[in-house]
T-cell receptor
Framework: GAVVSQHPSWVICKSGTSVKIECRSL??????MFWYRQFPKQSLMLMAT?????????EQGVEKDKFLINHASLTLSTLTVTSAHPEDSSFYIC????????????????FGPGTRLTVT | GNSVTQMEGPVTLSEEAFLTINCTYT??????LFWYVQYPGEGLQLLLK?????DKGSNKGFEATYRKETTSFHLEKGSVQVSDSAVYFC?????????????FGKGTHLIIQP
């Protein structure tokens, strides 16, 4: 299989604090991980692409100093929401892509279950 | 830029009914097209995909054909079951971009009644 986990599944924090969300590929190595954000009844919006060992690439309009992404290993990427505010409340979803040429399913993205962030 | 438009829900059908969820896209080049399904409390799962014009993706009785002339990738199933109740997302990945993130539609909530 290709399982991706996220931790925590939900978090409540106070305005001004920082929150870290982890995304792990449990049974495969992910050279690339993606972070998405989903508002209620809206589509998933790509926030950034992270490649292991290099800086993340952010989509237009996404503040890189606000949403810090670290892809320190082939199985772990983290998203840190710094100085969170109520408008950052959302559902954050990660996906992981297998390395190229690694059997069936190469290049497919496998999604985590998401993290619900509520900033009070 | 790239965009995906899919019919808004919820779509409510009776068991064994025929299902169509419309999806159209805007993109340059030759994107790959996907349908993802999200069951309650779970992450998105790839349902089917097509990577070039006239390709038909199929899985679990669902089908979708990549129609470049109409820029569409409609999802169909001949006889739905209660277990098909979920949210369905149409998505594209731009051509040549294996490492690119996906562009999603807003999702269609499907409810199948026994």
């Amino acid at each position: 299989g290709a399982v991706v986990s996220q931790h925590p599944s939900w978090v409540i924090c106070k305005s001004g604090t920082s929150v870290k969300i982890e995304c792990r590929s449990l049974d495969f190595q992910a050279t690339t991980m993606f972070w998405y954000r989903q508002f209620p009844k809206q589509s998933l919006m790509l926030m950034a692409t992270s490649n292991e060992g290099s800086k993340a690439t952010y989509e237009q309009g996404v503040e890189k100093d606000k949403f810090l992404i670290n892809h320190a290993s082939l199985t772990l990427s983290t998203l840190t929401v710094t100085s969170a505010h109520p408008e950052d409340s959302s559902f954050y979803i990660c996906s992981a892509r297998r390395g190229a040429g690694v059997g069936p399913g190469s290049y497919e993205q496998y999604f985590g279950p998401g993290t619900r962030l509520t900033v009070t | 830029g790239n965009s995906v438009t899919q019919m808004e829900g919820p779509v409510t059908l009776s068991e064994e009914a025929f299902l169509t969820i419309n999806c159209t896209y805007t993109a340059t080049g030759y994107p790959s097209l996907f349908w993802y399904v999200q069951y309650p409390g779970e992450g998105l799962q790839l349902l089917l995909k097509a990577t070039k014009a006239d390709d038909k993706g199929s899985n679990k009785g669902f089908e979708a054909t990549y129609r470049k002339e109409t820029t569409s990738f409609h999802l169909e199933k001949g006889s739905v079951q209660v277990s098909d109740s979920a949210v369905y997302f149409c998505a594209l990945r731009r051509s040549g971009g294996g490492a690119d993130g996906l562009t999603f539609g807003k999702g269609t909530h499907l409810i199948i009644q026994p």
